[in-house]
């Protein structure tokens, strides 16, 4: 069971937005209602389960035990490659643009920045310069209403475990992504990326992805606003 994307929902509406904390800057975003908070960051596998068990009711409302099992083991397999690698925060929709199943995850990670002089703006520069050295896809400097960034859209390919093919054997497909940096004046750099493996889908997904990359906020630790753009004299 999917759930049809309608244009209102390309507007985040969120209430109660997510936050990460880089020492003493914090960051804000709205995520659409459709995407579902994985459980990355917790560590009592009984809650995690609990809380998988929530996500997929809330994603697939009405579907039947088979499609709950496989989107749940699917959830729990992405939370924790994710955990692995130390993402602070993740979300995946599933859902369906013109009659089509679509599927895409929201990831949040705080990274160091480029030791490199310039504060946020050569930060920006070293960035973007390192991914034209080792990406394929096409990589901005972009300035978002939080501040300076730097955007690269590509492709990779991805492989899903024989544990969800009918053949048992693993299986490599492609994924297209949109990956947003935002150098912090604290020598981090806040990621946030969203991939998909259903090209159809691809329009709609990258620009709600656009508006939750829009509405990112940093904030220092007393709660006023912090922007990072070159005009802002960062």
């Not at 297209?176 to 990326?193: G, K």
Request: proline share 6%; glycine share 8%; net charge negative.
């Amino acid at each position: 069971m999917t759930i049809e994307i309608e244009p209102l929902t390309l507007i985040p509406t969120q209430a109660a937005p997510p936050a990460l904390h880089a020492d003493d800057i914090h960051v804000r975003w709205v995520m659409p209602e459709i995407y579902h908070d994985l459980p990355v960051q917790e560590t009592d596998d009984d809650e995690m389960v609990r809380l998988l068990e929530e996500l997929v009711e809330r994603a697939l409302p009405g579907a039947g035990d088979d499609d709950k099992t496989r989107f749940g083991v699917i959830c729990a397999l992405v939370s924790g490659d994710l955990q692995a690698v130390g993402a602070e925060y993740a979300s995946i929709c599933l859902s369906a643009v013109d009659g089509s199943p679509c599927t895409a995850t929201v990831v949040a990670s705080l990274v160091d920045s480029p030791e490199v002089d310039g504060g946020v703006r050569g930060a920006v520069r070293a960035i973007a310069s390192s991914l034209r050295r080792v990406e394929a896809g096409e990589v901005s400097e972009i300035e978002l209403p939080c501040g300076s960034a730097v955007s690269c859209i590509g492709t990779r390919e991805s492989k899903l475990s024989g544990e969800l093919t009918e053949t048992g054997e693993s299986l490599e497909f492609p994924t297209w992504y949109i990956r947003v940096h935002v150098p912090l004046p604290n020598d981090t750099t806040f990621v946030m990326e969203m991939a998909t493996p259903t090209v159809v889908g691809w329009d709609t997904l990258s620009t709600m992805f656009g508006n939750t990359v829009s509405s990112i906020r940093l904030f220092h630790a007393d709660g006023s606003p912090l922007i990072t753009s070159a005009e802002a004299g960062a």
